[in-house]
DNA sequence: GCGAAAAGTGCAAACGATTGCTCAGACGGT
DNA sequence: ACCGTCTGAGCAATCGTTTGCACTTTTCGC
């Protein structure tokens, strides 16, 4: 008639006639083969029969593991990022991990406090998604004992594993892929300073056209990686240099897109008047107008990536260093063969 | 020399020469009056002195309040819920609760594995988007004593908190639109049995309808939100009644897309030929082609008021029952007048 | 069969907080 | 002056596990 609450371990152990510290290595995969067969499955038998559920809590407090991770973003509703958040999660949740999420708001002191907050909570691990120069995040989860894994970039400098796509090469292949087109004077829409997958696409955009002995016409960074942000650049572009290019490539998905409104507001027209490639090839990006063309980079390969480079580090291992996975050129119809004349 | 890990409370007593007791009513404000300035200062600089922070770990073992909430959606790719899910963290994090995050991909089975696993971690409660009939969460968070708030769907029966949108008003206002426009033969494009959502969307355009005399002239409900199963059914539709309505109301964004794809299949053009309207307003809604009529809903208030009702609920307040947020119509461009004859 | 090693359990001390009790002293009313 | 109340702080138990150590039994080599 008692309301007996969650059962706890020494009712397990009372039930199957052992003792509290059986129980918990019976059902320790790790430390089974210590208990015998039998008093295992009587173990086994009791906590099925009980419903028992260990408390990750008090577990965690002794064992100093409490096998949860925090996840750091930005800002989720950029879409890069729902899918990477996903892929982790669903690998962290198969090794037994249960996910804490955060957003930044792209603010340091944020940053910090979500990250010490999370130690608080006993996280594992943190893995920061989007880590921009200045981070506190390094700082701040070595003092903590923390491991850190960066995912979709990289901090140059620190010596982190990371997960990242191949920037510069990936964006190489929107370049020539305008260079094929027949495009010469092409401008880059960068994305901000301080943020490194910036830094490396400008110089896969320098790279790709120096190859051709050419140079970006104009290069205009964009404050963030946002719509917002990628109109005013594109302004500015067309302030300094309109008609002075005839394609813009873009360093993300986002910016290309602020990019298509700002040439709209002046009446350009894509691609007939100004062909435009994007980064990313975010979900929807095929259903703009003009459909953008753009590079595919893996996002869910990523998150999953960053998930086992972060178990691998929790289980003691070295893992791997900086891993980066390729991208690829997906053609729709933003670009085109510039105007005769 | 040594290495002196993280300090504790103890460490903070011994230096603010107290016990630990009152350092940890010091430190908790609600407790704080029972202590005397003075002692209440020292333990505070020492805290400050020695960088300590508690851990919630120890103290929500043994208070029960870990302060940690579960949030679990079906999809975080789907674009609806990351605003939702950032408004909620945000909520939370100002509250000083950390939020865990978990992917059940609408699987009824998994969302139960969820719970278990966020209720062994200690999760103070559990906000679930997108409750499908069936679904065992009810019965799960109640087994466990969690406080259990819905957002985005409620489940219709279970007499739970929850935060959604006036669905039914909502899709009225985009049939009234068509009406408006001069439409009259309206095929709906619903969303899947089994969610509240869309039985209440389908009744909403019923009524809209029905105040001036019509009803639908077809009705296929998709198998999922998302834009395959929108393109599918679209395909349904047009089989049954090609050529039967001007106009198709889709249960959400998703299935408006999905049903921009069939209808493109066809060769028919939106809105030339057929009008198409959609419902959530999700990013980018403005930027496909043709600009999505659809009917705005507030995601961060939805998920600000969830968090704020869960909040209250762990204060032990009874807090809000069912909160029914307005929502309202975008006009784009995506719905025009049918063509004459 | 003997002693040593191995295997299987139990014991009890952590982990780091919170909280019901106890207790000493200050205070105030009569 | 005395007694009761109140305030501020300490004591110690407790939350539910894990894990180093000690203690029996087997097991096995010789």
């Known amino acids: 008639m008692e309301r007996p609450g969650r059962p706890t371990i020494s009712d397990v152990a009372r039930l199957a006639g052992v003792h509290a510290s059986t129980v918990s290595r019976a059902l320790d995969p790790s430390a089974r083969h210590r208990i015998s067969r039998a008093v295992a499955e009587r173990v086994a038998a009791a906590a099925e029969q009980l419903g028992y559920r260990p408390s990750a809590l008090a577990a965690g407090l002794r064992s100093g593991r409490s096998h949860t991770v925090g996840v750091l973003v930005p800002d989720l509703t950029n879409p890069v990022f729902p899918p990477i958040v996903q892929a982790i999660e669903a690998a962290l949740a198969r090794a037994g991990y249960v996910t804490l999420l955060a957003s930044t708001e792209a603010d340091a002191a944020k940053e910090a406090l979500l990250i010490r907050r999370m130690a608080a909570q006993g996280a594992d ?151 435009v490639t994007g980064f990313n090839d975010m979900p929807m ?45 997906v053609v729709r119809a933003s670009a085109a063969p510039p105007q005769a004349g």
Do not use: K
């Open 285 to 329: 990006a095929d259903l703009v107008d003009p459909p953008l063309t753009t590079v595919r980079i893996q996002h869910a390969a990523m998150g999953e990536a960053a998930a086992e480079a972060m178990l691998a580090r929790l289980r003691g291992e070295a893992g791997p260093g900086t891993v980066r996975l390729p991208a690829a050129l």
């Open 125 to 275: 691990g943190i893995i920061l998604a989007s880590a921009a120069t200045g981070s506190p995040a390094p700082g701040a989860a070595a003092r903590l004992g923390l491991p850190l894994v960066l995912v979709n970039r990289r901090l140059p400098g620190a010596e982190l594993p990371a997960v990242v796509s191949e920037d510069a090469a990936g964006i190489g292949l929107a370049v020539r892929h305008l260079l094929a087109l027949g495009h010469r004077r092409i401008a880059h829409l960068g994305g901000p300073s301080g943020v490194a997958t910036a830094a490396d696409r400008l110089r896969g955009v320098r790279a790709a056209l120096r190859a051709e002995g050419l140079a970006p016409v104009a290069v205009e960074r964009a404050a963030a990686y946002t719509r917002q942000a990628g109109a005013e650049a594109t302004r500015a572009l067309l302030r300094v240099r309109r008609g002075g290019f005839t394609a813009i490539v873009a360093a993300n998905d986002l910016l290309a897109l602020g990019a298509y409104d700002a040439l709209r507001e002046v009446g350009l027209r894509i691609p007939a008047d100004i062909s």
